[in-house]
């Protein structure tokens, strides 16, 4: 079973948390956390596993950013939830060479929360303007502060 | 980026962002070596509306119209999956009958949007008349949506909990009566379109998506199911009522423009066979949930929900702090992931097929930029 192959190729990796989730109330089969820099190790393994990318985005507490994905399989299913707590002003490692679908997941949490992927070769802001100066989806952020017009 | 040192050897072309195939606003930065694409560099986010910031600034009900906004085609499958999110928080459990016809529009919304892609994109392609068939069938089932809805494109019909309106016995007879029209159009269809020489030049063997790399971009609805993976999540994960009807899953072989055009084509029978059987089958009782709350504040949790929407998979991953506005909302759109793939598919194909191959990722543009 897929779930079992995957607690187990993830625990070799020395998580931080891989528990079975609450289906019935989150929607997802199995929750992890890892630190950023396991990130890439973990998604090789899922890779490896044939799942794929689903989701990715960011959260932003107070304290740090979290990005979440959502891994999913074709065949069988098994949604995995990996949870990666980031520093505020610290970088997270891309993931782009392994799922090349999370390069335009990437550049969008870049560009709505403005947390940085260390490796992605393109990470340029994908739907704002290039010349915007903010990141929306920071709490932060308050669109009223843009001063009146002149 | 694109190289700009090398303007000598390559030719620059600009397609869109106001070019009719593109759909929507959409800018493709295209490196040509003569009529051959070298690096194609999709330019999203001309329609940014900041769904994800307004859904953080206001209820959760007042969201709810934002969400037939986001892909206005298929809008009742946004409308259910951010319905079914809510419900899921706030444990609440929707009544038989308004999941019944729930499932009716929904299917009823996907052949329409179906029929006006099928119409749109064969205008790319070159052919007029299948456009004007397309469209006559597309205005039944607005004729019908607009009854129980409401209005005719941009739907907000489910609340959390069920439905607002009933529907009445006409409409379940309309239903059946356009089952029974659209069947009788297949004819035309297939001596317009699907025998057609000059479709079958342009579409057979163009723009081939592997299975891997389905896999390695998280392309999903008819983007994947063409390339012969049966991944449809009304199947896979079921949810509402679809487990009680009996219907198939389209694929295709080569995972070319021409088994994605197929597998949205056979689709429209499989949502007209769930229609006929809901139909026949849909309860009496109440429409709507006996204790919903007047101010939505879910319990602090997370949730992912997932749906099969026409171009793929729409999942809504919804944070809650226990506040009446949520904490954080991502859209899942598919129409994201499936352009994503297109730089990777696009290299060393001929501008015009480029057209072809765009068309048949069937991109709503507003749900990438959201």
Sequence with gaps: MLLNDLTQ??????????????????????????????MPEVARVMLEQGCFLESLTAVDFPEHFTLVY????????????????????????????????????????????????????????????FEADFHPLRKKFAPSETPADA | ????????????????????????????????????????????????????????????????????????????????????????????????????????????????????????????????????????????????????????????????????????????????????????????????????????????????????????YGLTGPMLRGSGIPYDIRKCEPYSVYPLFDFEIPVGSTGDVYDRYMVRYREMEQSLRIIEQAVDRIPAGPIMAEKVPKRIKPAPGEVYVAVEAARGEFGIYLVSQGETAPYRLKLRVPSFGNLSILPEIAVDTLVADLVAILGSIDVVVPEIDR
């Design chain 1, 9 to 38: 190729a993830l625990g070799r990796l020395n998580l931080a948390k891989v528990a079975p989730g609450e289906y019935h109330k989150s929607g997802c089969h199995l929750e992890v956390e890892a630190a950023p820099a396991q």
């Design chain 1, 70 to 129: 959502h891994f999913n399989h074709f065949r069988e299913l098994c949604r995995t939830v990996v949870h990666v707590r980031v520093p505020k002003e610290a970088a997270a490692p891309t993931i782009s060479h392994i799922y090349p679908g999370a390069n335009w997941y990437e550049r969008e949490v870049y560009d709505l929360f403005g947390l940085t992927f260390a490796g992605h070769p393109d990470l340029r802001r994908i739907l704002l303007p």
């Design chain 2, 1 to 216: 980026m694109l190289e700009r040192g090398l303007e000598e050897k390559y030719y620059i072309l600009n397609l869109g962002p106001q070019h009719p195939s593109t759909h929507g606003v959409l800018r493709v930065e295209l490196q040509m070596e003569g009529e051959f694409i070298v690096k194609a560099d999709p330019d999203i986010g001309y329609g940014h509306r900041g769904h994800e910031h307004m859904a953080e600034n206001r209820t959760y009900l007042q969201f709810l119209p934002n969400l037939g906004r986001v892909d206005y085609l298929h809008a009742l499958a946004y409308n259910q999956c951010y319905c079914m999110a809510v419900e899921k928080l706030l444990e609440l459990k929707v009544p038989e009958r308004a999941e019944f016809i729930r499932v009716i529009t929904c299917e009823l919304n996907r052949i329409a949007s179906h029929l006006l892609w099928i119409g749109a994109y064969l205008l790319d392609l070159g052919a007029f008349t299948p456009f004007l068939y397309c469209f006559d069938d597309r205005e039944n089932i607005l004729d019908l949506l607009d009854r129980v809805t409401g209005s005719r494109l941009t739907y907000c019909y489910y609340r959390f909990g069920g439905v607002p309106r009933d529907v009445d016995d006409d409409f379940l007879a309309g239903c059946k009566a356009f089952a029974r029209r659209l069947r009788s159009r297949y004819r035309d269809y297939e001596n317009l379109v699907n025998k057609n020489v000059i479709f079958l030049e342009r579409t057979k063997g163009i723009g081939i998506i592997t299975p891997e790399q389905c896999v390695k």
